[in-house]
């Protein structure tokens, strides 16, 4: 059965301060296929260079093994392929992406799906990135509609440089121990964040800071 997001989103909404002891259970085979169904079909293959549409003629039994590993504790995370991608608008740098496989994807974004259904009770709405139903254009909208209806005469922009690159694993854990309190859950996000490095076939340990590979820490 499906769980329902909306239930836990009404329960993150009415209570700030709950804590979500018990999530896993959730990571059911009927989930992770519907999370699979929602994923763009234009990722990468990852080091086991197993394509997207390998993945979906054997998806059955994939997502069954899954779900069998997810229950008995039993998944570990694999490594991540690196590859370097022009940024935009700066043609002459590089920035690291990481590409995990597709099955560690699929699961990376059904946790990010749970996850999601409680911080969207968290965040302000003047909060658009990386939610659900919002864009850039809409940010972009609002941005708009403030300028036009207020006196104001000053717009700035930030931007953290190579956040990613610097982000603190310990304490990126310690907040999401805030809300979460499934064990489980939280030892797949640690095992995503150590996840080794695959750069060009050389795969050194994991480290404390670094960006990590698929939608997770985008809670996309």
């Known amino acids: ?17 709950c804590r979500f002891t018990a999530l896993a259970h959730y990571l059911n085979e009927e ?7 929602r994923l763009n079909r234009r990722g990468s293959a990852g080091i086991d260079r ?3 549409q390998d993945f979906d003629i054997q998806r059955e039994t994939a997502i069954r093994d899954l779900v069998d590993r997810s229950r008995r504790h039993a998944y570990q995370a694999p490594p991540v392929r690196r590859v370097y991608i022009p940024k935009p608008g700066q043609p002459t740098k590089r920035r ?5 496989t ?27 990135g990386f939610r659900p139903e919002r864009s850039t254009h809409d940010a972009l909208g609002a941005i ?3 300028v036009f209806k207020h006196p104001i005469h000053w717009v700035f922009e930030a931007d953290i440089r ?3 690159d610097h982000l603190n694993h310990q304490w990126l854990e310690r907040m999401l121990q805030v809300r979460i309190g499934d064990p489980w859950i939280l030892r797949l996000v640690g095992k995503w964040l150590r996840a080794p490095i695959d750069a060009e076939g050389a795969v050194p340990k994991g480290s404390r800071f670094g960006p990590g590979g698929g939608s997770l820490l985008l809670l996309d």
């Not at 690291?96 to 995990?100: H, K, R, S, V, Y």
């Not at 099955?103 to 259904?117: F, I, K, P, Y």
């Open 31 to 37: 989930f992770l296929l519907d999370t699979w169904l």
């Open 96 to 100: 690291p992406l990481g590409i995990p």
């Open 162 to 164: 190579g956040f990613f």
């Open 102 to 128: 597709v099955a560690d994807r699929l699961m990376q974004a059904a946790v990010a799906r749970l996850l999601g259904a409680i911080y969207e009770a968290d965040f302000l709405d003047s909060s658009y």
């Open 50 to 52: 197993q394509t997207m």
């Open 144 to 146: 708009e509609t403030l």
């Open 1 to 17: 059965m499906l769980p329902d997001l909306t239930r836990i989103t009404r329960k993150a909404s009415a209570d700030t301060t």
